[in-house]
């Protein structure tokens, strides 16, 4: 099973409709991460969360630390929003004393959701 | 323009060959990491590193290798290339390993393929 796991896998919406993604999570994280990657490739890193909610312009993301939940939300949605949304935690995998190998630091992704807007 | 820089862009390689794929930041980051992006299958972990001279292995580390000899630079290195390693590969750097109050910035990607 996944650790992250994001719901839908695609979504396509009109112009101007409410949009939500979502992204569970199985295992203790220090920070969630929402990133957007648009067809020519790059990512961008949109909310780093670690409790509450975020928002920027039209975006709003939330975290339940507690159902181990965050929710992507695009309000007026257009066009330009077309892209992938990736859901990533931080995990902590600690190993005491000196850095050791073996355990996965860094983060761990969703399979994201390909969102196309349509005019 | 501050950020992370990955180069080349794009690669081909041969079965068996061998390649280092660039990556700098120049935003002072202590916290480097390289993912491999395959499709159905998301971004995974190589390596990464919290320092320089520290590194580590990620999920995915079998027939890569790092080093991270200065703050800025964090190559990937593949030995003997192999079908298997068609991927995009990207970089990123964060502030610090052990904070969770900063963001990810991602390189642009490399598209490597291996015939």
């Known amino acids: 099973k996944n650790e992250v796991e994001q719901s839908p896998q695609n979504l396509t919406a009109q112009e101007g409709e409410f949009i939500t993604i979502n992204c569970s999570y199985s295992?203790?994280?220090?920070?969630l991460h929402w990133l957007q990657q648009h067809p020519g490739g790059g990512i961008v890193s949109l909310f780093m969360?670690?409790?509450g909610k975020k928002k920027h312009g039209r975006l709003i993301a939330t975290i339940n630390i507690q159902e181990k939940h965050s929710s992507l939300h695009i309000t007026a949605s257009h066009p330009r929003d077309s892209a992938v949304y990736i859901c990533?935690?931080?995990?902590?995998?600690?190993?005491?004393?000196?850095?050791?190998?073996?355990?996965?630091?860094?983060?761990?992704f969703g399979k994201g959701t390909h969102l196309i807007i349509q005019p | 323009n501050a950020g992370v820089t990955q180069t080349p862009k794009f690669q081909v390689l041969k079965t068996g060959q061998s390649m280092t794929l660039q990556c700098a930041q120049d935003?002072?980051?202590?916290?480097m990491s390289w993912y491999r992006q395959d499709p159905g299958m998301g971004l995974r972990l190589i390596h990464y590193?919290?320092?320089?001279?520290?590194?580590d292995q990620g999920e995915v580390p079998n027939g890569y290798n790092v080093s991270r000899s200065t703050t800025e630079d964090f190559p990937l290195r593949l030995l003997s290339a192999a079908p298997s390693q068609t991927s995009v590969y990207f970089c990123?750097?964060?502030?610090?390993?052990?904070?969770?109050?900063?963001?990810?910035?991602f390189g642009s990607g490399t598209r490597l393929t291996v015939v």
């Open positions: 990123a750097s964060s502030y610090s390993r052990s904070s969770s109050s900063y963001g990810y910035t």
């Open positions: 295992v203790g994280i220090s920070a």
């Open positions: 969360l670690s409790s």
């Open positions: 990533a935690v931080r995990v902590f995998r600690k190993v005491w004393g000196a850095y050791s190998g073996g355990g996965a630091d860094g983060l761990t």
């Open positions: 935003m002072n980051h202590e916290y």
């Open positions: 590193s919290v320092g320089a001279g520290i590194t």
